[in-house]
């Protein structure tokens, strides 16, 4: 019994070292890890950060004070990026607002919203990270 229990705990660990990052990699993860924390100790008061390891996601709905915002983006390669605002899950209905459609690494756009709304990402290739600045 106790050398099951050692080898599932050697097998746990094993896991999580794995999917922690515990070191360089070639994808990478060690430094997006590090990327995200240092976005995430760096968010102002109303401010967004979404970050995506999948090639299509629907974030939200998020509650948009009136106004005006300032959306920068970042993403592994010049690989197709499409970002959307939706007033509604999936739905091109109004206010649909296609925001980026860009094979920029990195980039901002300025965005007039209000309300609550989904964010719809499509990349080809994740992973990739989004922040709303409300302007001031």
């Known amino acids: 019994m ?4 050692l080898v599932l705990c050697g097998l746990t660990l094993g896991l999580v070292a794995a ?3 515990g070191g ?3 994808t990478g993860r060690s430094e997006d890890v590090t990327a995200v924390l240092r976005d995430l100790r760096s968010l102002q008061p109303g401010e967004i950060l979404i970050v995506g390891r999948r090639p299509r996601k629907l974030a939200g709905p998020y509650t948009f004070s009136s106004g005006r915002y300032l959306l ?3 993403q592994a ?3 197709r990026l499409r970002i959307a ?3 509604h899950r999936d739905s091109t209905a109004k206010p649909y607002q296609l925001v980026v459609d860009t094979r920029r690494p990195r980039g901002a756009a300025q965005v007039t919203i ?3 709304l989904y964010v719809r990402v499509v990349a080809d290739r994740p992973p990739y990270t989004l922040r709303f600045t409300p302007k001031r």
């Open 19 to 21: 999917g922690c990052g």
């Open 114 to 116: 209000t309300g609550k």
């Open 85 to 87: 605002l939706q007033s």
């Open 77 to 79: 390669g010049r690989a």
């Open 72 to 74: 920068r983006f970042r």
């Open 24 to 26: 360089a990699s070639p």
């Open 2 to 5: 106790r050398r099951l229990a």
